[in-house]
């Protein structure tokens, strides 16, 4: 079974891109279509890096231990659609004009902060292997990947800052992400408070 539901998983995953390929080759793209595709790319890395944070919690609430499988995958999708959406603005809106780029990143402060965030991801997605679990360890690793917080906050950010007028959207992502993250400072508060009673109970 699980052979079976990890293509559809993958495949559920791309499929975000290959609606981007078929409105790039049926001219759905509108008139700036560089924008658009930018905007979608965006939009997509947004969503899994927040699906990919909702598996804790979706884990926790549901007791659905097996959902923890795919947190790494839609991980690595957010860091995918993050990478396309910085290679689409890299080549196609700037053509590779680095000084051009540089000068974005530096005075443009939502690119500032979007380029801030998709740096981050980078060692993330570097140590996201077992391998690199048991090089750094446990607790090291998962100090370093709480830096995931961080980059949804500049990933919503990025967004409310980048739309100017209409915020709505980005301000439901923030939602989202401050529920998220909002249960996990309860649940570790729980978890803390439990181990507390539990060693009173211990010492009484």
């Known amino acids: 079974m699980r052979r079976l539901v990890w293509p559809f ?3 559920l995953c791309l499929a975000p891109l290959a609606w981007l390929a078929w409105r790039g080759f049926s001219g ?3 008139a700036n ?3 658009a595709i930018n905007r979608f790319l965006g939009d997509w890395a947004l969503r899994f890096l927040l699906i990919a944070l909702a598996v804790t919690p979706l884990r926790e609430i549901f007791d659905w231990a097996g959902i923890m499988r795919w947190r790494r995958m839609l991980g690595l999708f957010a860091f995918f659609y993050a990478a396309l959406h910085v290679a689409n603005y890299v080549g196609l809106d700037q053509f590779f004009d680095w000084r051009e780029i540089w000068s974005d990143v530096v005075h443009r402060k939502f690119i500032t ?3 801030i965030g998709f740096l981050l ?6 140590t996201s292997t077992k391998g690199m679990i048991k090089r750094l360890g446990a607790p090291r690793w998962k100090k370093l990947h709480r830096l995931v917080y961080v980059i949804g906050a500049a990933a ?3 967004f409310y800052m980048m739309v100017k007028a209409d915020v709505r959207e ?4 923030g939602a989202i992400l401050a529920l998220l993250l ?7 508060a729980r978890r803390r408070a439990r181990r507390r009673q539990r060693r009173a109970g211990t010492t009484a």
């Open 28 to 30: 759905g793209l509108g």
């Open 113 to 115: 902060v979007g380029m």
């Open 182 to 188: 909002g249960y996990r400072v309860v649940a570790r």
């Open 156 to 158: 919503v950010v990025h």
């Open 33 to 35: 279509p560089i924008e």
């Open 170 to 173: 980005p301000l439901i992502y």
């Open 9 to 11: 998983v993958f495949a």
């Open 121 to 126: 991801l980078v060692p993330l997605v570097a």
